[in-house]
């Protein structure tokens, strides 16, 4: 669609992402205590939303600049609506796109320690902070250690097998197919 200065709405939603997280750490604790969140994992959604949001929005907007003007005129002269070509025609062809950044997105969420550290706390801290604990000072409880990497390192890879076909259609699209 055509949308009045829509290159620089563009470069907004990407400058959003070139503040370092911890850059908004501490105004973001003191917005969470004001508003009454504190520290828990409604913040820490809140957080990685903030951050991975216009991340995600650049990728898919990517391939969506890819297609066509075509296909979605002809689904409209077809008697499709707008919102009906955009999940017709359009979304089913950025379907790897859109899982490609959803996996990347999960990544940057899931791997995040600093600010899992310091936005939750107790019974609401994430997997890479309970990895974290079981290293002590003076030692170290292997068996936990173990489990714990176990069960952080699994659902990165049990999902990149499951979207995997998406995830190659993904970082081909474009690409020149001989």
């Given at each position: 669609?055509?949308?009045?200065?829509?290159?620089?709405?563009?470069?907004?939603?990407?400058?959003?992402?070139?503040a370092p997280p911890l850059a908004i750490l501490i105004p973001l604790v003191g917005f969470y205590f004001t508003v009454g969140i504190g520290q828990g994992l409604v913040g820490l959604t809140v957080t990685h939303l903030l951050i991975t949001l216009p991340l995600i929005i650049w990728i898919v907007k990517g391939f969506i600049d890819e297609l066509p003007d075509s296909l979605e005129e002809s689904a409209m002269?077809?008697?499709?609506?707008?919102?009906?070509?955009?999940?017709?025609?359009?979304?089913?062809?950025?379907a790897p796109g859109v899982a490609a950044a959803a996996f990347i997105a999960?990544?940057?969420?899931?791997?995040?320690y600093v600010l899992a550290l310091y936005l939750t706390t107790g019974a609401s801290s994430t997997l890479p902070i309970a990895v974290s604990n079981s290293v002590g000072t003076y030692?170290?409880?292997?068996?936990?250690?173990?489990?714990?990497?176990?069960?952080?390192?699994l659902p990165p890879i049990v999902l990149s097998l499951l979207i995997r076909n998406y995830l190659v259609a993904g970082m081909t699209m474009g690409a020149v197919k001989g």
């Open positions: 669609m055509d949308v009045p200065r829509k290159t620089d709405v563009g470069f907004w939603i990407l400058s959003t992402r070139m002269v077809d008697g499709c609506n707008r919102i009906q070509a955009l999940r017709t025609v359009v979304f089913p062809l950025v999960f990544i940057f969420s899931w791997n995040n030692s170290i409880q292997w068996g936990q250690l173990g489990a714990a990497v176990i069960v952080t390192i």
